[in-house]
């Protein structure tokens, strides 16, 4: 157990719709990372938060979006929902803002898009 | 533009044989070089890791030798066993003044037989 936890585990959804993945980082990790994984792409970097604040920006879609509460848990929004979207998204987190350090990854989101 | 190229994309090794996984890189920038490997239905978790000024780096059965004239790293698995199977990412880090940024190959789907 890395003690990253995500919710939910699996959803399905229709195109179109909106959904909100959640993840609550390991305890005194302030740095909180979301990845995307599907089949063809491996792990995609989508966005880095550190202690509230956006610290980096990988290949996000503007439909997506992020954010780093006080309490240090995070939530990826994902809008407008395609077929292509339908993949794992982890949650990782580590203590540090640099990843030079170990990133401690969720069990993951699986999200189906019908 | 994948900046971490993998090979190859899934590996089946006998038993007691020796499990090996190359990776390329162009980006010169890269700094760290960390293994993850995940298992079905969890998140991917550290293996092992090498920083650049060293050219091999050994812990128990897993060993990665780094070439940096080449730019090639890769992860040598001693005495495979199943337990081994799982699938492996290799992964670069670029420092950008406290904002890394990871960046995974495509992955290893390893299976050892008996």
């Known amino acids: 157990d890395s003690g990253v936890t995500q919710t939910p585990k699996h959803l399905i959804t229709a195109t179109g719709q909106r959904v909100t993945l959640r993840c609550s980082p390991r305890?005194?990790?302030?740095?909180v990372y979301w990845y995307q994984q599907s089949l063809d792409q491996g792990l995609q970097f989508l966005i880095h938060?550190?202690?509230?604040?956006?610290?980096a920006k990988g290949n996000i879609l503007e439909r997506f979006s992020a954010q780093q509460f006080p309490d240090l848990h995070s939530e990826l929004n994902l809008s407008s929902l395609e077929l292509g979207d339908s993949a794992l998204y982890f949650c990782?987190?580590?203590?540090?803002?640099?990843?030079?350090?170990?990133?401690?990854f969720g069990e993951g989101s699986r999200l189906t898009v019908l | 533009q994948q900046q971490v190229k993998q090979s190859p994309q899934s590996l089946i090794v006998q038993k007691g044989g020796i499990s090996i996984i190359n990776c390329a890189y162009e980006?010169?920038?890269?700094?760290?070089f960390p293994w993850y490997q995940q298992f079905p239905g969890k998140g991917p978790a550290l293996l092992i890791a090498?920083?650049?000024?060293?050219s091999e780096k050994k812990e128990g059965r897993f060993t990665i030798s780094f070439n940096k004239s080449a730019k090639q790293f890769s992860l040598h698995i001693m005495d495979s066993q199943p337990g081994d199977s799982a699938t492996y990412f290799c992964a670069a880090v670029e420092s950008n003044f406290g904002n890394e940024k990871l960046t995974f190959g495509t992955g290893t789907r390893l299976t050892i037989i008996p």
């Open positions: 980006n010169t920038a890269f700094d760290y």
């Open positions: 090498i920083r650049p000024d060293v």
């Open positions: 990782a987190s580590s203590v540090t803002s640099g990843v030079a350090g170990e990133l401690f």
């Open positions: 305890s005194g990790d302030l740095s």
């Open positions: 938060y550190y202690n509230g604040e956006e610290r």
